[in-house]
């Protein structure tokens, strides 16, 4: 089959690799329908995560083509969407809603590599969910993005206590930073701040239900979203980069008693305690149990609630992979879809 390498930084290539076999009774063997890069490729991209012929790739939808003989909840020909970790979703911890965490936990990233034409999912009960249907082009994008840009979105919201009388401000306008805009208004707050300087992600963000835009960064940026609550900060805040900055950032808006959702992949980020001591807030975060939201979301896009779809501005073939790598690298692209 084939599928995208990274050989180091900056040198992505699309090359054959072994097609993927049932190795334990609890795989499933997927035909991917639609695949895409992740703002945290971008990491290894730039070298400043190592790779050395990496496969990569963790975000998928496609047909299930093959089952081991112990998957009982999705068979041959069902459209299905994966978690970007692998999980059991029966251990104590993903019972209680962190499959990330899972006793059997895999980044698919690491080892799986999704950006290819076909995968190997292990755990195929507790990681795959099933569409009610075979769904139309249309909505393949979207159910794509609620393999983890939707699903980390949300968690971040949820983690951030979104919700009815609250003001939510959201650092970060990437992707994940656009899904929680949009999962903040979904869980009903009253007010969504977005946090950024790029038109066209503003004009993302307002169709997604933003109310206002703050485009002032660091102390800068603290001291409007203060303006903007009487002095107080907001309620829940969601951080979505992963950088000093911006952790910081989040930090000095949230308001006393408030609620910080982090899910910014964080390089090289140094939290003063005593800073964190007097600012008095909560804080929950670290890598989204999508798992635990996808029969929710896929039921939202599937009955056109919701369009995280739209979030994909750039759709190419997987053999151009590397342009799309460049394209995001470039800031040309919020997120780029690969096509099978």
Partial sequence: MRGVVMYSAGDVRVEEREDPKIIEPTDAIVKLTATCICGSDLWPYRGIEPADHQVMGHEYVGVVEEVGADVKNVSPGDFVVGSFVISDNTCEICRAGFQSKCVHAEFVAQTIGTQAEKARIPHADGTLVATPGQPDAELVPALLAASDV??????????????????????????????????????????????????????????????????????????RIKELTDGLGAHSVVEAVGTQESFMQAVGATRGGGHLGYVGVNHDVTIPGIQLFFAGIHTLGGPAPVRRFLPELIQLIWDRAIDPGKVFDLTLPLEEAPEGYRAMDERRATKVLLTL
């Avoid at 990437?174 to 899904?179: F, K, N, T």
């Fill in 150 to 223: 939707l699903g980390t979105g949300w968690y971040a919201a949820v983690a951030a206590e979104a919700g009815p009388g609250k003001t939510v401000a959201v650092v970060g306008d990437g992707a994940v930073g656009l899904m929680a805009v949009l999962a903040a208004r979904r869980l009903g707050a009253e007010r969504v701040i977005a946090m950024s300087r790029h038109p066209e992600r503003q004009r993302l963000a307002r169709y997604y239900g933003a109310t206002d835009i703050v485009e002032e960064r660091g102390e800068a940026g603290v001291a």
